[in-house]
């Protein structure tokens, strides 16, 4: 593994599959003209609507975002995480699924988002993520990847339990994602500091590609796409518009930290 760029892409995804993939392809590009060489869609990148819209549409979305993925890692020979699409479970269920493309358009890894968000919070909006999505069953995957490290899957909500991060870096992780809708309300105070707190916590790089701004009538998210050190220093913020957050994944900084601070190695209970 060599030092290396990756991207954590923002986007404003709405209730419209083919913008969005239009949207996702313009950022990729750009990512890849940058020197990208690991590039991640945040959570929901293919659709963001209506529950009922998009189950009706989920097959779709799940059949055109995959082979979008694909066409993409092929075009530009990169290696994309697709960060959250819905995958038909049945005629009422979907996984929210993670999935992770090599240059050459093979599967490397997949995962189905395990926390469902459900929470009513105080800004008044209630959020039911169970009432169409099946949670996964699994832990996350660690995929071994000689050039650009260990790489680590989650979904959004998952951010918040610290559990599944160790897991992942027990079994090697060197780099966790964190592909996300965040909302509004809750980015504000947690989303920075979850990121840092993972990061610092397991002595691995985050990588976060996020949504931003206004999807529709009643859905907003937090923005601020980040990629973070091993040591919890951010090292790139894509603010509050649609665009790329580039940083470069170094095994020599990774290495100094975990020496520094060998937090992983002193763990009693686990």
């Known amino acids: 593994m060599k030092p290396y760029l990756a991207a954590a892409i923002q986007m404003t995804s709405l209730p419209n599959l083919e913008k969005n993939l239009v949207q996702a392809e313009e950022l990729i590009e750009l990512a890849v003209r940058q020197g990208a060489k690991l590039v991640s869609l945040p959570e929901n ?8 819209a998009k189950i009706a549409q989920a097959s779709a979305i799940a059949q055109k975002s995959e082979k979008f993925l694909k066409t993409m890692a092929q075009r530009f020979q990169v290696t994309i995480l697709g960060g959250g699409f819905p995958v038909p ?3 009422t269920k979907v996984y929210n699924t993670a999935l992770l493309i ?69 079994k090697g992780a060197d780099i966790l994602f964190v592909p996300a ?30 949504q931003t701004g206004q999807h529709y009538a009643l859905r907003q998210s937090h923005g601020h796409a980040m990629i973070v050190d091993p040591w919890g220093v951010i090292l790139a913020d894509a603010g509050n518009s649609p665009g790329v957050a580039i940083a470069e994944i170094n095994p020599t900084r ?17």
Request: glycine share 6%; net charge negative.
């Open 45 to 52: 990148f293919s659709y963001l609507g209506e529950e009922t």
């Open 89 to 91: 479970v049945d005629s």
């Open 102 to 170: 090599d240059p050459s358009g093979q599967e490397l890894s997949r995962y189905h988002k395990v926390h469902l968000f459900d929470v009513n919070l105080p800004d008044g909006n209630t959020y039911r993520e169970s009432s169409t999505v099946m949670a996964g069953n699994q832990l996350p995957p660690v995929y071994a990847s000689k050039d650009l490290g260990n790489l680590g899957l989650s979904v959004c909500y998952d951010v918040r339990f610290p559990e599944l991060y160790r897991h992942m870096a027990l």
């Open 181 to 210: 809708a965040f909302t509004a309300y809750t980015g504000k105070d947690h989303w920075q500091v979850l990121l840092q707190a993972r990061a610092i916590e397991n002595t691995c790089y985050i990588i976060a590609p996020a």
């Open 254 to 270: 990774l290495d100094q930290v975990r020496r520094q601070m060998p937090s992983l190695q002193h763990s009693v209970f686990l």
